[in-house]
């Protein structure tokens, strides 16, 4: 039997200099980063053994490679780099679902943030 376990890190923030408009890769902008990972936790939890689980430093560690690295134009490219690293890194997770939110998006009206979620999974190959 297969459990549907899940580990989420939530609203990660990071003042990072992505965007379309020039102020925005020179001022920088707030974002935040969730990411919720699906994969069978119970041995983890009965072993208490970090190998068997999501180390989240590692994972924050390839997170904040991409939203502090190089300057990209869109949240997209930032949501799918995130996610391809992260099923990579962690061999264990067969699911993976990354939200990205620019907080103050440059637009002409209040708004809290854009958002962008997307989702991996492996194949059953």
């Known amino acids: 039997m297969i459990h549907t376990d899940v580990l989420t890190l939530k609203a990660l923030r990071y003042h990072a200099f992505h965007g379309?408009?020039?102020?925005?890769?020179?001022?920088?902008?707030?974002?935040?980063?969730?990411?919720?990972?699906?994969?069978?936790?119970?041995?983890?939890?009965?072993?208490?053994?970090l190998d068997l689980t999501v180390d989240y430093e590692k994972a924050e560690k390839i997170i904040s490679g991409v939203m502090l690295g190089t300057s990209v134009h869109l949240i997209e490219k930032l949501c799918i780099?995130?996610?391809?690293?992260?099923?990579?890194?962690?061999?264990?997770?067969?699911?993976?679902?990354v939200v990205i939110r620019k907080l103050d998006p440059p637009i002409k009206v209040p708004a809290a943030y854009s958002e962008i979620s997307m989702q991996w999974q492996r194949s059953n190959e």
């Open 81 to 97: 780099d995130i996610g391809d690293q992260l099923m990579d890194a962690f061999l264990l997770v067969y699911a993976v679902h």
């Open 20 to 49: 379309v408009h020039e102020a925005e890769r020179e001022e920088g902008n707030t974002f935040e980063v969730d990411v919720i990972f699906h994969a069978a936790l119970r041995q983890a939890g009965k072993s208490d053994q």
